[in-house]
């Protein structure tokens, strides 16, 4: 009766007997494979964690909010305005013409935004704060809270009136356990009294909220920078499906007022980007990153892969005489190479889970560093990264080990008896 | 084949047989024309000085290597052009080796060197261990078949290989100086144990250098110089069951 699961058990345990009787030389050989492996999956870590990051970020903005920036820029890549450079082709009126509805009738509300900082003080407190100057529905748009006291309104925002809202880490700063509602506030050497204080919000889209001081847009213009330019709109819509519709008429309001005829967009003096197109490109560039870094890691693997076959060509020396008796006793030449195929296999993917047990831990160990530090940073083992880090190891071990095994079966079983 | 034709025929035939090793300047000429017969139940001692080609001779009979010339016959067969992989399964299945080195597996037991034949011959273990075992019993070590191949003696290393031959029940077996690591008195066991299998009925060719030791054999082939010196029966058999140690 033949039975192959004799003869494959047999060969498994005879490279396991092998292994072992070289323990520190076999775990030696697999560093390379380890290193690979585990760096693999740390950039993979790292990668899907940052982006968990910044899409969450992202979304807490809400997928239904629209950006608009002045300049025209790449779909694909970042804004101009990214750069530091300013560009003044967007206004208040813009932003208004926006918000009626007879232009986009999607729209819940628009804020526009102008912002810089200053020096806020306040009975010799002084400290550097943000200044974003906004409109009412900031509130609608952002989905930020009132705190203490209230946001200012539309008339006030009108007459340019001197007033606050401030972001809850500015008032700590300023104020400490005072009550600032109804204080006097000096920005850049203006008096502006203080009406309400923001709810704590932490970090959206990177910007921490809460370390903004809110005055009414005009009056930010006006009074404060001296532009009649505005930064950036946001628009919020009334249903995420109908952003294209929204971005449509939007491009057509403001191609109108800036006597825009090209119809291409090529002459676009503006460029309107919704939160998933944004999501898009930051997604697209991490994976790039991700991709570019795995294939430095993936290098190492090379390494570890080329380590294996020398070490492999090694033993394939050392036992030379064993190879002429197994042949000597009816070994065929492909017995021979399974011999030492699933050898450099099975010391591969010792290194390869190794390294997904090292590449795992140190990703969990940042995801808690990150997380102790207030980052929403996810932590996953992905069963297909397991997968593939096993199929890859595996993989090298047959590729590298190919060679010594062909060696190794093409010994003469004649020559093989006689080597000393 | 019937034992009828396996009695007139033999069971190896070699004509001519030629061997070099190398080729162009690097050449080695060892075998010129050899050509003898060897019967079923035959006991022959290949004999000659050192690096007359004895061991090539036993080397291309066994299948270990291939002759440049000349012709092989094995069971009545022409196997003189056989592949890689044929060659293989002639050594698995119709020949058992002892070799002068023993040639064990390091760390491995008694019993799994033993099966190590079934093994490639993808036998089911039960079976492999069965055979094994009835083998280690026949040579007289029953008692040993857990032991490690470095727990055990010179003597009975010897043993375990001759059990690793016989475990496929070969039609020859090879044996190379197989009493030249041993002492006399391990020395003839061995030989007494390869007489008794002989008795029973096996075919066995052994490669001596020492007269005593060959004419155990019924039948000596002289090499010299990669020639055929002689061919001829021992006249005065030793017979190991008498001995005490082996004669040097
Ligand atoms: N692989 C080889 N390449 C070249 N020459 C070889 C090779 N193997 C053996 N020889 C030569 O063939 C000749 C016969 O060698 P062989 O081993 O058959 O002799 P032997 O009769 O068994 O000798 P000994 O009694 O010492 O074992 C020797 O001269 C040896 O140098
Ligand atoms: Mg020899």
Same mark, same amino acid.
């Given at each position: 009766m033949s039975s192959y699961y004799h003869y494959l058990r047999e060969i498994v345990r005879n490279a396991l007997l092998t292994m072992l009787e070289n323990k520190r030389r076999t775990l030696l050989t697999t560093l390379g494979i380890v290193i690979g492996v585990s760096a693999v999956i740390i950039i993979n870590g790292i990668g899907a964690g940052a982006q968990g990051l910044i899409v969450g970020q992202v979304k807490k903005l809400g997928s239904n909010l629209l950006g608009v920036l002045p300049g025209k820029s790449?779909?694909?890549?970042?804004?101009?305005? %990214?750069?530091g450079i300013s560009i003044t082709t967007l206004t208040y009126e813009d932003a208004m013409a926006v918000k009626d509805k007879r232009n986009v009738?999607?729209?819940?509300g628009v804020v526009p935004y102008s912002r810089g900082s200053a020096t806020v003080s306040w009975r010799g407190v002084q400290t550097e704060a943000s200044l974003s100057g906004c409109s009412v529905d900031y509130i609608a748009v952002e989905g930020g809270e009132v705190e203490t006291g209230r946001f200012f309104s539309e008339i006030e925002d009108r007459d340019l009136a001197r007033v606050a809202v401030l972001g809850s880490a500015v008032k700590s700063e300023i104020f400490g356990d005072n009550d600032p509602i109804g204080q006097n506030i000096k920005i850049k050497n203006q008096t502006f009294e203080v009406i309400g204080v923001m709810t704590e919000r932490g970090q959206v889209a990177f910007q921490n909220y809460d370390e903004y001081v809110f005055l009414p847009i005009n009056t930010m213009q006006h009074?404060? %920078?001296?532009?009649?330019?505005?930064g950036l709109m946001r628009v919020k819509i009334d249903d995420e499906k109908n952003t294209e519709a929204a971005i449509n008429d939007i491009i057509l309001t403001l191609r109108e007022r800036h006597d825009?005829?090209?119809?291409?967009?090529?002459?676009?003096?503006f460029s309107v980007r919704s939160a998933a197109q944004a999501l898009d490109i930051i997604t697209s560039i991490t994976d790039a990153l991700r991709y570019f870094l795995a294939g430095m890691a993936a290098l190492s693997l090379l390494v570890g892969g080329i380590g294996i076959m020398n070490i492999m060509l090694i033993r394939v020396a050392q036992r030379t005489r064993e190879i002429g008796l197994r042949k000597a006793v009816g070994a065929t030449n492909n017995d021979i190479k399974l011999h030492f195929l699933v050898e450099s296999i099975m010391i591969t993917l010792v290194g390869g889970v190794i390294g997904i047990i090292i590449g795992e831990t140190v990703s969990w160990l940042i995801a808690i560093v990150a997380q102790y530090l207030g980052y929403d940073w996810p932590f996953t083992i992905l069963p297909l990264t397991i997968l593939l880090a096993v199929g890859v190891s595996m993989a090298v071990g047959l590729l590298f080990g190919l060679y010594p095994a062909v060696k190794a079966s093409k010994l003469s079983p004649m020559e093989a008896l006689r080597y000393e | 084949m019937s034992k009828q034709q396996l009695a007139n025929k033999p069971l190896i035939e070699v004509r001519d047989l030629i061997k070099d090793y190398?080729?162009?300047?690097?050449i080695t000429k060892v075998l010129f024309g050899v050509s003898f017969q060897v019967f079923q139940g035959d006991f022959v001692a290949i004999m000659g000085p050192s690096g007359s080609g004895k061991s090539t001779l036993m080397h291309i009979l066994g299948f270990l290597d291939k002759a440049t010339g000349g012709q092989y016959l094995f069971e009545g067969h022409?196997?003189?052009?056989?592949d890689d992989d044929a060659l293989a399964i002639m050594r698995n299945q119709r020949i058992g080796f002892v070799f002068q080195s023993f040639n064990l597996l390091p760390r491995t037991t008694v019993l799994e060197n033993v099966m190590l034949p079934l093994v490639y011959a993808r036998n089911k273990k039960v079976d492999a261990v069965k055979a094994a075992t009835a083998v280690l019993e026949s040579v007289g070590l029953g008692h040993r078949l857990d032991y490690y191949t470095n727990q055990i003696s010179g003597g009975e290393k010897q043993r375990v290989a001759i059990a690793r031959a016989l475990v496929n029940q070969p039609a020859v077996i090879f044996a190379d100086e197989p009493t030249g690591n041993l002492d006399s008195k391990s020395g003839i066991q061995i030989m007494r144990i390869l007489q008794d299998l002989n008795e029973q009925g096996n075919t066995i060719i052994l490669v001596t250098h020492e007269t005593s030791t060959g004419e155990h054999a019924k039948r000596i082939i002289r090499i010299k110089d990669g020639k055929l010196e002689s061919d001829k029966p021992v006249a005065k058999r030793r017979l190991a069951k008498n001995e005490d140690t082996l004669a040097k």
């Open positions: 790449e779909s694909n890549g970042p804004p101009a305005t %990214a750069m009738p999607n729209v819940i009074l404060i %920078a001296g532009v009649r330019y505005i825009i005829t090209d119809k291409t967009g090529a002459s676009d003096d | 190398g080729e162009g300047e690097l022409n196997v003189t052009g056989l």
